[in-house]
């Protein structure tokens, strides 16, 4: 980590005005991380991503003047991962969360942990900081020891500085010129006692928020280099489309156009304005005469295609025990149809091409696998590529931001010395971005006369949920090039954390259970990582059938689900939802009004999260509305109570849309849902009048991750509430108002 | 040459007359607030106000706003003093991602200009033309509250420096 850093974000992002990075791309080697070079091999039993990088300053430096600097390898995607870092740094070193300066990815600078998703950061990068924090302090506390010929035992930190008995203080600033922070972790580290914890665990106001609401340089959408020019990429009309033919000599000569890139079948305009590029844009679109050769399935009939795919099964629980006789049982489908991520600010990346080296701001979730992508795509060797992640719009798993970086790298690449801004329109984004995989689960299950189940049986069928890069065949412009890199085969995501089959095993406590996964290897439609993955489907399913066996058994959902749930943990967050909710007292059904219930451990090993739902329906229309939801969430040690909050509620807004309104539309050969008319999400008129979460906070547990936990539990509830409220049950995703008129309307 | 009155500023731009609004204030005037969502005026977060009514600025062409008042975020104040709008949505911490929070901002404040008083419902009305994908809509609907009542505050309060 000793390369010269030219680009200093955080001061170019908190800037008023313009945002002026500079670009200059270090000759001196700029992208050799510490992660890439580190003198002993990473340990694997030190704590989080220490693992990835064990120095301490490839995590924390203490600078001069006795403020900090950290390191993470993971993304501010607003979901205030920066803020809740900035808290464990400031918590273990005892500093000021102000005199915290946090850098995230970047391949010049940060540790490569990979990307940022599956609610992880918090267990990797934040355990990595806390742990890497703890030693430094006590390194510091060390140091000030010798200088004081005092025992460590004696010395406090605290503030910022070291304390001696007899109230002498030490500044941090001062103790650090003799200290060699690159030295390995130890394995154990003096972490600070919960019960002490004075920034850990305490709201704190998000480090990101301000300059978004006063319009500052907030989004790399906002980036602005002296002689940028703006592009646009031409996408084919469908999957697999050649391009026959296209005069450019017309684009060429329009105002401002600066280039017209061809290379394959791959497209762009590249303008001294935005504006001019868009136009440039639309009038090579239309000269392109394109072959199309998609098929795509039926719509209509997608449920039996999914299940008449080649598959490759996997039995992922087969557990046989003493249980009573089955008197009753019952056999459901539940499916789900092709989701966008459908980002509000279409994908964007800035790229600069110089003496033979490429640096790209993208908001990417995982700076270091899309640098191999686009590394190979450019044909350079990795370490002549950086890679910054600078904030987007939110990205929910993986939609265009690594293609859009991609192409604008691949455009700059033809363009040196030319900085570039590359911004997706927005039927670009909702065509071209890979889609949540559409999939089908079946649930059986019998049970015996005092309501207990004794035999489970679910199925899950499901593409990949994870063609992220990298290899360059991943990105849409390696695909698309005269000379194209070969797509990679999909493979599923090994349990325990899974893709189609993540949360497919139940967590509840069965005698007898077998879960199959049937993976789907073809892709009709180009499909990645949705926010929670096949968790989403699986909780959808296995909550609303759990609803389904409550009702056939005669029992109260809640009890009937505490009935089979042993974990203490679990068990807390369900009794406090249904308590918080008055699930009890709740209101009967009837005028339409209804109430459900639904819970989750996310992945069965990160947050635990229940949601109790009071929803009403409009017999004439079929609309439902959300009236309110309370949730209750265990996610470990909290970092920032406000964000973990904010994450929930935001999670179950996103699932009461994903959940009423969407799916990608399609005809044979091309995407039509391209825009907010063709794939509708929430508006206003269906927000809830109250979305309350309560925290359980477990002091000094291991942080588990909470960014996906309630979207599952949320749809369940919604289709669990809907079917007490109306006597049906729903389970076609997304649970449309013409589904429910069909089903109930007069 | 084509002149506009941007916060408060008159401004003067050279750029053809069809360029919608959004452009003109992100590249020619290097505002950032105003965002690219959709260009088809489905989502709101391009949204600016002019003379005093909220509008999509992508799908406003610049000649149609030729001589008239617009306001942009950063016409409501700055992160070191920020307005009541801005003071609002930071208490609540109403933001995810962020990127359709300033035209929520803009169109809140179009309202609260006119309806100082408006209920929850007419907020929600307001609102209906604005997409959040983070779900962050529950932090909105309590920092335009908030914005509300630091504005009738504010105009309660005597003005500074009266005795």
């Known amino acids: 980590m000793t390369a010269p850093i030219t680009i200093s974000r955080r001061s170019a992002l908190q800037g008023a005005g313009a945002l002026i990075v500079s670009f200059s791309l270090a000759r001196a080697g700029f992208a050799q991380g510490a992660s890439e070079t580190p003198e002993g091999k990473a340990a694997p039993h030190l704590p989080g991503s220490l693992a990835v990088d064990p120095h301490l300053d490839a995590w924390i430096r203490i600078d001069a003047d006795g403020s900090a600097t950290v390191f993470t390898g993971k993304a501010e995607l607003g979901q205030g991962i920066k803020t809740a870092l900035i808290q464990v740094a400031a918590e273990e070193l005892d500093l000021p969360p102000a005199r915290i300066t946090m850098i995230t990815a970047d391949t010049g600078r940060t540790a490569n942990e990979g990307y940022t998703a599956g609610s992880h950061s918090m267990q990797d990068s934040g355990t990595a900081i806390r742990n890497a924090a703890a030693q430094v302090r006590e390194l510091l506390i060390a140091e000030a020891g010798k200088r004081l010929n005092l025992p460590a035992g004696q010395l406090k930190a605290e503030n910022g500085a070291v304390i001696a008995p007899d109230g002498g203080r030490l500044g941090y600033g001062d103790l650090v010129g003799a200290l060699d922070l690159h030295v390995a972790a130890a394995e154990i580290s003096t972490l600070r006692d919960p019960k002490s914890f004075k920034i850990l665990g305490t709201p704190m106001r998000r480090v990101d928020i301000p300059a978004k609401v006063t319009g500052g340089a907030a989004y790399v959408q906002d980036m602005r280099l002296p002689g940028m020019l703006h592009a646009r990429v031409v996408r084919p009309p469908s999957y697999g489309a050649t391009l026959k033919q296209v005069d450019m000599a017309a684009v060429e000569a329009m105002p401002g156009v600066a280039r017209v890139i061809r290379d394959g079948n791959f497209l762009a305009v590249v303008a001294r304005r935005e504006y001019q590029a868009i136009k440039a844009m639309r009038t090579l679109a239309a000269a392109a005469e394109w072959q199309e050769d998609a098929h795509l399935p039926q719509q209509g009939d997608l449920a039996a295609f999914i299940m008449g795919m080649p598959s490759k099964d996997y039995k992922i629980l087969d557990q046989h025990g003493e249980a009573g006789a089955a008197v009753l049982s019952l056999e459901v489908t539940y499916t789900r149809p092709y989701m966008l991520h459908g980002s509000i600010g279409p994908s964007c990346a800035v790229a600069h091409s110089e003496d033979g080296a490429v640096t790209v701001c993208t908001h990417t979730q995982g700076v270091y696998p899309d640098r191999a992508a686009i590394a190979e795509l450019l044909r350079l060797p990795p370490d002549r590529v950086r890679l910054i992640h600078v904030q987007g719009s939110g990205c929910y798993g993986h939609n265009g931001a690594d293609d859009a970086a991609g192409d604008a790298a691949l455009i700059a690449s033809k363009m040196p010395g030319t900085p570039v801004r590359l911004q997706w329109m927005r039927e670009q984004e909702n065509a071209w971005e890979p889609f949540g995989p559409a999939m089908v689960t079946k649930a059986r299950a019998a049970l015996d006369a005092s309501g207990r189940i004794v035999d489970w049986n679910y199925a899950v069928w499901s593409n990949t949920h994870l063609t992220r890069p990298g290899p360059a065949g991943t990105l849409l412009a390696g695909q698309h090039i005269a000379e194209p890199f070969p797509v990679p085969e999909p493979k599923p995501i090994p349990l325990p954390e899974g893709g189609g089959d993540r949360n497919a095993i139940p967590i509840y406590t069965l005698p007898n259970a077998e879960v199959m996964h049937h993976f789907l290897p073809d892709m009709p439609l180009r499909v990645s990582a949705l926010r929670s993955l096949g968790a989403y489907m699986n909780v959808f399913s296995i909550e609303s059938f759990m609803g389904e066996l409550a009702a056939a058994a005669n029992v109260d959902p809640v009890a009937f689900r505490l009935n089979h749930l042993d974990d203490p943990r679990a068990r807390d967050v369900v009794t406090l939802a249904a308590e918080r909710f008055g699930w009890d007292g709740r209101p009967k059904s009837q005028d339409g009004r209804g109430c459900g219930f639904a819970f989750a451990r996310y992945k069965n090993l990160a947050a635990f999260c229940a949601i109790a739902m009071e929803i009403e329906t409009e017999r004439e229309t079929g609309r439902i509305r959300v009236r309110r939801a309370v949730a209750a969430v265990d996610s470990g040690q909290i970092a920032n109570p406000d964000g973990l909050r904010n994450q929930i509620e935001g999670g179950i807004l996103q699932s009461a849309s994903w959940t009423q309104y969407e799916s990608v539309s399609f005809d044979t050969a091309r995407i039509t849902s391209i825009d907010w008319a063709t794939y509708p999400i929430l508006r206003f008129h269906a927000v809830p009048d109250s979305v309350e979460v309560h925290l359980i906070d477990r002091p000094g547990l291991p942080f588990l991750g909470a960014g996906e936990a309630a979207q599952g539990p949320a749809a369940a509830a919604l289709a669990n509430a809907v079917a007490d409220a109306t006597g049906q049950r729903m389970r076609d995703l997304p649970l449309t108002a013409a589904k429910l008129k069909a089903a109930i309307g007069v | ?163």
């Open chain 2, 1 to 163: 040459m084509t002149q506009l009155m941007v916060n408060g500023q008159t401004r003067e731009v050279d750029a053809d007359p069809d360029t919608p609004l959004l452009y003109v204030l992100r590249d020619d005037l290097e505002l950032h607030a105003a965002k690219y969502g959709c260009g088809l005026g489905q989502c709101g977060s391009c949204t600016v106000i002019v003379d005093g009514e909220a509008a999509l600025s992508c799908v406003t062409p610049l000649l149609l706003v030729e001589g008239r008042s617009i306001t942009t975020l950063e016409g409501l104040g700055t992160a070191e003093d920020p307005g009541p709008m801005q003071q609002a949505f930071i208490e609540e911490q109403a933001a995810q991602c962020g990127y359709c929070i300033a035209g929520m901002m803009m169109r809140a404040q179009a309202l609260l200009q006119k309806n100082p008083d408006a209920s929850d419902a007419e907020i929600r009305e307001a609102l209906e033309p604005h997409l959040c994908r983070c779900g962050t809509h529950m932090r909105i609907l309590k920092a335009v509250h908030r914005a509300a009542g630091l504005m009738r505050a504010a105009s309660a309060a005597p003005a500074k420096g009266a005795a």
